[in-house]
């Protein structure tokens, strides 16, 4: 298989770099490095076996459904959208074919599980949907609207992070679930619901924000019962980098994704993506990245993380390409963003290509696990790693904004 693939993908990847218009934009990064690195992604994987899934590597299973996978094939996508290359869409149209039935059935997907993480490949079911016309894809992609209707509720009417953390709601979650259900609104049912989506997301605003740094605590719980929330405010002890991540693209894609731009709601949540942007770039080093927890730069091991920041380049460079954020200052600090990674953490190691500094996972409970309790210390004791596609998949979504720099 790693054989077929290999002779399917092993040409070089030409990406049509945009030309600059002013000596502040010019960009610094060797592109030709980057666009080699995912050709190296892409020749050395399979649907079964993918080199950027470090967690099922480690476990020695082959891959199935789940975020991961859908972050990095989003990604190629992505690319393909403003590059028109083929390659991409095969590779993702290969990847994704492979794991849906003809009736619609994910090989690996369990709507009992009751799982947001589950829902984030489903972007890309609607994406090859329009692409190929395959009608399996538009089957799956109502499989997993399913869950969208049955997923249970906090008080306040946000979705459950999964099943096995009851009442709970993660940043992570938000992104993996609204934006889908934005677009598959919009696009499928009359954007009947989607004043449900509003809703959850002002919910965060007003539960997870942190009026005095306008950053967002990683997770609240409504029972205020779980080990790891303050018993007061239901909400964990720190930022996430990654987690702030997360829901800024979850902010992002969905505005992007609205068929009502312009309305009152809308203007409401651009302006709490626009506040978000404002608070991260107060924690954003002079490298270009941010702190795995932001808010303590430099702080025993703290360390620069390479998801998160890539998020951020992304969010900032998108934001701004799309006209959700006006300020030149945006874009500046995306472009620095993404040159600090590559500049920091993307090396050449026995002549392999290598992304470095990425937080390999950081959650909060379960009621089993105390370990994982929101404190500063846990989070600098998960693993850190190299080419997961959790940090690997922002980074080239960055990237294709970043080659579109003007």
């Not at 945009?18 to 666009?35: F, Q, R």
């Not at 934006?179 to 696009?187: A, K």
């Not at 018993?231 to 720190?238: E, P, R, V």
């Not at 409401?268 to 702190?291: A, N, P, T």
Request: overall charge neutral; proline content about 3%.
């Amino acid at each position: 298989m790693i054989e077929r693939m290999t002779a399917l993908f092993t040409s070089v990847i030409v990406l049509a770099a945009a030309c600059t218009s002013s000596p502040s934009m010019e960009k610094d990064v060797d592109t030709s490095v980057i666009d080699q690195y995912i050709e190296e992604l892409m020749t050395k994987s399979t649907a079964e076996i993918p080199v950027w899934n470090i967690e099922k590597a480690r476990s020695g299973t082959k891959s199935g459904w789940d975020y991961i996978d859908g972050c990095m094939i989003m990604a190629l996508l992505e690319i393909y959208a403003t590059s028109q290359d083929e390659k991409y869409l095969k590779f993702a149209d290969y990847y994704e074919d492979y794991r849906i039935k003809d009736d619609g059935t994910i090989i690996g997907y369990n709507i009992e599980e009751w799982n947001l993480d589950n829902i984030n490949g489903a972007k890309n079911l609607i994406t090859l949907y329009e692409l190929t016309k395959k009608e399996k894809y538009r089957k799956a992609a109502d499989k997993v609207y399913e869950q969208i209707k049955g997923q249970p509720r906090t008080s306040e009417g946000n979705f459950w992070h999964k099943k096995i953390y009851p009442n709970q709601v993660w940043l992570d979650g938000l992104y993996m679930a609204l934006p889908f259900y934005m677009e598959y609104e919009v696009l499928f049912n009359n954007a009947k619901n989607i004043d449900d989506i509003y809703k959850q997301l002002f919910n965060v605003y007003e539960k997870l924000r942190d009026p005095k740094t306008g950053l967002y605590y990683h997770g609240y719980d409504c029972s205020r019962t779980v080990f790891w929330a303050d018993k007061k405010s239901g909400l964990s002890k720190n930022f996430w980098l990654r987690a702030l991540g997360w829901y800024s693209m979850a902010l992002l894609d969905t505005l992007n994704k609205a068929g009502d731009q312009g309305s009152d709601k809308w203007n409401r949540l651009r302006d709490i993506f626009v506040d978000l942007c404002e608070s991260m770039l107060k924690y954003q080093d002079k490298s270009g990245m941010w702190w795995q927890v932001p808010n303590f730069p430099g702080k025993g091991k703290n360390y620069l993380e390479t998801s998160g920041s890539a998020i951020y380049a992304y969010s900032l460079l998108k934001g701004v390409r799309t006209g959700i954020l006006s300020d030149e200052k945006f874009r500046e600090a995306g472009k620095k963003a993404f040159e600090g990674i590559a500049n920091t953490y993307l090396k050449t190691e026995k002549g392999t290509l290598s992304l470095g500094g990425i937080c390999l996972v950081a959650g909060l409970g379960p009621e089993h696990n105390k370990r994982r309790d929101g404190s500063f210390d846990y989070y600098m004791a998960e693993p850190i790693v190299q080419d997961d596609a959790k940090g690997v998949g922002p980074f080239i979504l960055a990237y294709n904004e970043y080659r579109l720099l003007q």
